[in-house]
């Protein structure tokens, strides 16, 4: 009996190796796991707003999917854009965030601290700020509290 197992990796199985057409611009992968991913998602969301309402627009204006790549593609260069940004710009806190973020679960109240710091990296650098969408009116946002509960 045996107590360890080689990985089996067969490259490729699930990706659709067919070439896209022409008229479909090109774009490499994101290639982000979901720990970095969720990190920057409220800035991605205040940089790429323009790109990703196209795309929804698009996507709930039609049933074919092939009709949004293009719009779907601008997202992802997007995406790429701001990735890009933040390693260049605030990578020792971005970093600290998305593994505190893997470590805890995903839990994002585990990671305030971390998550303040590449908050404030993020605004002196590249101007963009967290905002939670439907944060009631008049109200300190949650990852702005001193001393958040949980309730």
Same mark, same amino acid.
Request: aromatic residues 8%; charged residues 25%.
């Given at each position: ?9 067969? *490259? ?8 896209l ?6 774009v ?8 970095? %991913? ?13 790109y ?13 999917? *092939?009709?949004?790549?293009k *719009? ?27 593994e ?11 990671c ?8 404030d ?6 101007g ?8 009631p ?6 990852? %702005? ?5 949980m309730?």
């Amino acid at each position: 009996m045996t107590t360890h197992r080689e990985g089996l990796f067969v *490259e490729g199985l699930w990706v659709d190796q067919s070439p896209l057409p022409d008229s479909i611009p090109k774009v490499a992968e994101v290639g982000l796991t979901s720990a970095p %991913l969720e990190s920057m998602a409220f800035h991605f969301a205040q940089y790429c707003k323009p790109y990703s309402e196209d795309f929804m627009l698009c996507k709930n204006g039609t049933q074919d999917p *092939e009709k949004c790549l293009k *719009e779907g593609r601008r997202v992802t260069r997007c995406a790429l854009d701001l990735i890009n940004k933040l390693k260049a710009n605030c990578d020792a806190e971005w970093k600290q965030h998305w593994e505190c973020l893997d470590r805890k679960n995903h839990h994002l109240w585990q990671c305030r601290t971390q998550e303040k710091s590449f908050n404030d990296c993020v605004f002196n650098k590249l101007g963009l700020t967290k905002t939670i969408p439907e944060t009631p009116e008049g109200q300190i946002p949650i990852h %702005l509290k001193q001393n958040p509960s949980m309730k």
